[in-house]
């Protein structure tokens, strides 16, 4: 069992679609963080929360849009995404945005047509 | 962040002891080293991490070389859930960063 909950599970998209990732954790976390993961390689830092604002941007294009609404929630806005954006998009968080151990949910698959 | 290098694949059996071997030569000095493992379909999982000492908890024990420039992860009965890809990270004491290499994948044979 995760204490990070990612919805939705899978996800097939169009190019010309919008959808968004959910991710929701309820640790009290302070801390959350998106990563990408293609088939068969590691995970990918895209993006860091801190308090509730974004600390870390690792240049990832801007169809890929994150948005913290509150200490619990994370999402990831998805616009006009290429065939190569097709991965797992895990969501993690840890108490404090340092040195601490990151939990991890199950992640998003997703598909672009 | 530095570099670790891990084997690309190791294999063991069922409630034998597993040595995982990372090697992480240009460690800093600030570096913590932590292990992470992604058992198949599942987002990684925190399995433990350390400075200097050697560590224990309920999943594993991590040995650490004298100059740091090394470290294992012992597994000490591996079971068939343990089959999964094990990731040695180092990562500063300030940094959020968690910057993942290839890793090792673990088979264990029944």
């Known amino acids: 069992d995760t204490e990070v909950t990612q919805t939705p599970k899978h996800l097939v998209m169009g190019m010309t679609n919008k959808k968004s990732l959910k991710c929701e954790q309820h640790?009290?976390?302070?801390?959350m963080y998106w990563y990408k993961q293609k088939a068969k390689k590691p995970p990918e830092l895209m993006f860091v929360?801190?308090?509730?604002?974004?600390?870390i941007n690792e240049s990832v294009p801007s169809r890929f849009s994150p948005e913290c609404p509150n200490s619990s929630l994370l999402n990831l806005h998805l616009h006009a995404l290429q065939p190569e954006d097709s991965a797992l998009y895990l969501c993690?968080?840890?108490?404090?945005?340092?040195?601490?151990?990151?939990?991890f949910g199950d992640g998003t698959r997703l598909s672009i047509l | 962040d530095a570099k670790t290098t891990q084997p690309n694949s190791m294999e063991s059996n069922e409630e034998e002891p597993v040595h995982l071997p990372c090697n992480h030569s240009?460690?800093?000095?600030?570096?913590?080293i932590h292990w992470y493992r992604q058992l198949p379909s599942q987002g990684p999982e925190y399995v433990i991490h350390?400075?200097?000492s050697n560590v224990n908890n309920r999943m594993a024990s991590l040995a650490i070389a004298e100059d740091r420039k090394s470290s294992t992860l012992i597994l000490h009965r591996a079971t068939l859930r343990d089959a999964a890809v094990y990731y040695c990270?180092?990562?500063?004491?300030?940094?959020?960063?968690?910057?993942f290499g290839e890793g090792t994948q673990l088979t264990v044979n029944p």
């Open positions: 993690a968080s840890s108490p404090f945005p340092t040195n601490q151990p990151q939990h």
């Open positions: 990270i180092l990562r500063d004491t300030s940094g959020s960063r968690l910057t």
């Open positions: 350390g400075l200097t």
């Open positions: 640790m009290g976390h302070r801390a």
């Open positions: 240009t460690i800093s000095g600030t570096d913590y």
């Open positions: 929360y801190s308090y509730e604002k974004l600390s």
